[in-house]
T-cell receptor, first 114, second 115 residues
Framework: KQEVTQIPAALSVPEGENLVLNCSFTDSAIYNLQWFRQDPGKGLTSLLLIQSSQREQTSGRLNASLDKSSGRSTLYIAASQPGDSATYLCAIGGAYNQGGKLIFGQGTELSVKP | GAGVSQTPSNKVTEKGKYVELRCDPISGHTALYWYRQSLGQGPEFLIYFQGTGAADDSGLPNDRFFAVRPEGSVSTLKIQRTERGDSAVYLC?????????????FGQGTRLTVV
């Protein structure tokens, strides 16, 4: 059974700092991995999607990496801003025969202080 | 529509009552998912539709929960004899084809409170 863990559960940093959020998973037979952002009381916004054959994806100040063999992914946020404050969730898309089910971690709550 | 729409945004109901939660996915998306999110936790999978059929309902917690998607578009999640433990945010998502959980677009959720 796939389990997804995110560390740390919460993180507070000063504005401008570069930071890394971690995600680990127990079963390397994944189809893809997504990083989502969730603002309080809101739904989820997909930030980056990495296919199992890829090692990383970049969008603006965000860079996500994937190491299937070690069961790890990181989300790197450069030059953090107060507007980056939110909960960040990683989710695993399982093997092809598991269809569309996503398995989520518990999230990392990020606070960027001005 | 432009995005995934869920109604109502908030629902308060008494223990034992029946509730229906509605999801209107992005037009043309064949895959639709329901998730449940408790405070401080990540979303937990409930059920996945490919077209009109439930391709995977392994996440439904018990037989009080049921979902339909009769025309392959709008879906309704139905909860009978609600219990206080059902209180959570219910999230709906859709994706273009659902294979391997391809990029999913989420609605704002319905916050269900059972009192």
């Amino acid at each position: 059974k796939q389990e997804v863990t995110q560390i740390p559960a919460a993180l507070s940093v000063p504005e401008g700092e570069n930071l890394v959020l971690n995600c680990s998973f127990t079963d390397s037979a994944i189809y893809n991995l997504q990083w989502f952002r969730q603002d309080p009381g809101k739904g989820l916004t997909s930030l980056l999607l990495i296919q199992s054959s890829q090692r990383e994806q970049t969008s603006g100040r965000l860079n996500a990496s994937l190491d299937k063999s070690s069961g790890r992914s990181t989300l790197y946020i450069a030059a953090s801003q107060p507007g980056d404050s939110a909960t960040y969730l990683c989710a695993i898309g399982g093997a092809y025969n598991q269809g569309g089910k996503l398995i989520f971690g518990q999230g990392t709550e990020l606070s960027v202080k001005p | 529509g432009a995005g995934v729409s869920q109604t109502p945004s908030n629902k308060v109901t008494e223990k034992g009552k029946y509730v229906e939660l509605r999801c209107d996915p992005i037009s043309g998306h064949t895959a639709l998912y329901w998730y449940r999110q408790s405070l401080g936790q990540g979303p937990e999978f409930l059920i996945y539709f490919q077209g009109t059929g439930a391709a995977d309902d392994s996440g439904l917690p018990n037989d009080r929960f049921f979902a339909v998607r009769p025309e392959g578009s709008v879906s309704t999640l139905k909860i009978q004899r609600t219990e206080r433990g059902d209180s959570a945010v219910y999230l709906c998502a859709s994706s273009q084809n659902g294979v391997g959980g391809g990029r999913a677009f989420f609605g704002q959720g319905t916050r269900l409170t059972v009192v």
